[in-house]
């Protein structure tokens, strides 16, 4: 609860001046105004344009619709006042006399200055309400996308290492014929051998073995 609804949540009671006859009636005169006076209808929306990073409340309050009572008196107005050269260096309770007894001169009741700022409360509590909404949304949001992210790296992962994977097995399995290959074109060269040994002399054999080449061209042939 913010300050301003706690001081008017029990009704509010005024400090009140003492006026000539044939001053404003009633309306000025309040010594207590009660809470019901001060109860607000709810924000237009729960939403708000106005961002976040705004200086200037102008543009909260009139998004909510706060406007001016007719007489001008505002607690704007009133803020002005109370700061004023005049006023600004007396005492609290010398300054709210003063300023009640302009009000009270300017046919305007305290209650209306009280209720502008109860409003303007209201929007800004509104306001914060409607950006903290938006913050929550957001970091929904973010932690959703984060999420789905997340799946799409380890799901990529999964996939270039199950790739990586393959390749291996592949590369593997590649190198495994090949030293295959190279174990039966051994035993092929070898049987090529044997087989022309039979026909040549010593290491005269043209067929290959072992890394071994021998020249077609030295080779002799066994006589008869």
Request: glycine content about 6%; cysteine-free; hydrophobic content about 40%.
């Amino acid at each position: 609860m913010s300050k301003i609804k706690e001081f008017v949540s029990k009704g509010v009671r005024l400090i009140v001046t003492d006026t000539e006859e044939g001053g404003r009636p009633d309306a000025a005169r309040e010594k207590e105004i009660p809470a019901e006076a001060f109860e607000a209808p709810p924000p237009r929306a729960a939403r708000s344009g106005v961002p976040a990073t705004v200086e200037d409340f102008a543009a909260v309050y009139q998004e909510a619709g706060i406007e001016l009572p007719p007489h001008g008196y505002g607690v704007d107005k009133v803020g002005e006042m109370l700061e004023s050269k005049r006023l600004a260096p007396l005492g609290r309770e010398v300054k709210a006399t003063a300023v009640l007894a302009a009000l009270e001169a300017a046919q305007v009741g305290v209650r209306d200055v009280i209720q502008d700022a109860v409003r303007r409360d209201g929007a800004l509590d509104a306001f914060e309400s409607a950006k903290e909404r938006e913050v929550q949304e957001l970091r929904e949001r973010s932690d959703a996308r984060v999420k789905t992210i997340k799946e799409e790296i380890e799901r990529f992962l999964r996939e270039k290492n199950t790739e990586i994977e393959g390749l291996k097995q592949a590369a593997d399995a590649a190198g495994q014929a090949f030293a295959q290959l190279q174990a039966r074109k051994h035993r092929e060269e070898e049987r090529l051998y044997e087989v022309v040994a039979h026909f040549v002399e010593g290491t005269d054999n043209p067929i290959t073995t072992a890394g071994l080449a021998r020249s077609p061209a030295a080779a002799k042939p066994v006589r008869e």
